[in-house]
């Protein structure tokens, strides 16, 4: 056990992915919950998800070791604001919000001192929301970026193992090169797929219909990750502003090179760039970051016609 009793605040997909994470691995004592509307606390008690559902954040942080907050971004603040008089001395307050800048200026005012802040990003997700979307799996070989600033030592090392023990490798990285990282890795192509499926949409002479029917695979995936929960990706793209954009440019500098070369049939620049990132999705897939991939993926093509 690494913590005693542990305060989940808000219980969707991440917090409820916890609770089975940590009771997979025997992490906490006493898991608490605590969801902003009667509806979620209701499915919680009913599937059992924690120990205790309580009816305010205030009682569920009462005498917890650790709390994590599982709000979208853009609730941080308020919640925050409501814990803080009732958080035990010695305990570590954490969160799992995708963006990080904002959520440490956010939390961080309304930190006791003797509490030990320790802000965390888990690098796993799904298209899916609510207490009943978890699994005890969903960290398991991701990456959870810690990002401690001065935190004490031992409390930034104890949330390490017990991320670790929810199957998640654990980095520690500052806040800016945080929010610039996922800008790249998650946020703007969460834009970009957002975009291509609201052009489909658009798209006077392709019908729905059309469009859902002969859905090709790549397609779809844009697919997937559009369905994602409305408010958490409205709350990253305004509170992860700059890297956004700044990355949204670059993307914007590069689709222009690649209307370009269309335009002007040269398929040596479209060939070569193509050859370049064929390499980096290679080497997720060698780094086993995608486990989803086929293992022919991983051994040398086959000999034509063989
Ligand atoms: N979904 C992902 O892929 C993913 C991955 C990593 C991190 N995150 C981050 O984790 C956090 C939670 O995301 P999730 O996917 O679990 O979302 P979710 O929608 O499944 O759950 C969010 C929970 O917060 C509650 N909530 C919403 N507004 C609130 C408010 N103002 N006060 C109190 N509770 C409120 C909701 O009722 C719900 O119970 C977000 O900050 C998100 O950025 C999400
Ligand atoms: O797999 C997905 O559905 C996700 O979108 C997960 C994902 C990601 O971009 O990888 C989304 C947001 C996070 O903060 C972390 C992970």
């Keep these: 056990m690494i913590y005693g009793r542990v305060a989940l605040i808000g219980l969707g997909l991440i917090a409820s992915s916890m609770a089975h994470a940590m009771r997979r691995g025997g992490l906490a004592g006493e898991i608490v919950g605590y969801a902003r509307t009667a509806e979620t606390r209701d ?11 309580v009816e ?32 035990k001395p010695g305990a570590t307050l954490s969160d799992v919000g995708s963006v990080k800048r904002a959520v440490i200026e956010a939390m961080a005012p309304h930190v006791p001192s003797g509490v030990h802040f320790v802000p965390a990003h888990p690098l796993a997700g799904t298209e899916y929301s609510g207490p009943r979307s978890g699994f005890a799996t ?8 810690l ?18 023990g929810m199957g998640a490798n654990v980095d520690e990285m500052d806040a800016g090169h945080h929010d610039l990282v996922l800008a790249v890795v998650s946020h703007t192509p969460h834009l970009i797929a957002y975009t291509m499926v609201g052009v489909a949409e658009h798209l006077e ?24 929960d409305p408010t958490m990706w409205r709350d990253v793209f305004l509170t992860n502003r700059d890297a956004t954009l700044d990355i949204l440019g670059r993307f914007t500098e590069e689709l222009f090179v690649l209307q370009r070369a269309i335009r002007m049939g040269d398929g040596a620049q479209l060939h070569d760039y193509f050859t370049r ?4 999705r290679r080497g997720i897939v060698e780094a ?19």
């Design 288 to 306: 086993g970051q995608d486990t989803a991939a086929p293992d022919f993926g991983r051994v040398p093509a086959p000999e034509p016609g063989g």
């Design 205 to 228: 002479q392709v019908s729905n219909s059309e469009v859902i029917k002969y859905s090709a695979s790549g397609f779809r995936d844009f697919t997937r990750i559009a369905a994602s």
């Design 56 to 87: 305010t954040a205030r009682e569920a942080v009462e005498g917890a070791d650790l709390v994590v907050l599982c709000v979208p971004v853009g609730a941080m603040d308020a919640v925050a604001r409501e814990i803080a008089p009732a958080l």
């Design 147 to 164: 990002v401690p600033g001065e935190a004490d030592r031992a409390a930034v090392d104890r949330l390490g193992r017990l991320w670790r």
């Design 43 to 53: 499915v919680a008690r009913e599937i059992g998800l924690c120990d205790r559902v």
């Design 277 to 280: 990132t064929r390499a980096i």
């Design 138 to 145: 969903l960290f398991d070989n991701r990456w959870c970026i």
